[in-house]
């Protein structure tokens, strides 16, 4: 537990993230930040889960850009 004390994202689903990231950038800038197929050619929270599951490098682009946005909201 204590290893997680500072980890921003302990307790926050792939599923919440990604909904939090489209709420605020929308799918066009998304895509633009993170230019992947699941987010440029029809996307959708469910292929995007999908897809981000199997491809860490993704997963961790999609995490680090949460983390900036949370930060850039003051909620961090």
């Known amino acids: 537990m204590e290893a997680q004390k500072n980890n921003p994202l302990h307790g926050v689903t792939l599923e919440a993230i990604v909904t939090e990231l489209v709420t ?3 799918w066009d ?3 633009e930040r993170i230019p992947i197929r699941c987010f440029t050619h029809d996307p959708s929270v469910k292929s995007s889960l999908a897809f981000l599951r199997k ?3 993704a997963r961790e682009k999609v995490e680090r850009l949460y983390v900036g946005m949370m ?5 961090l």
């Open 29 to 31: 800038e998304l895509s």
């Open 24 to 26: 605020f950038y929308g």
């Open 55 to 57: 491809t860490a490098w």
């Open 71 to 75: 930060r850039y909201r003051g909620k």
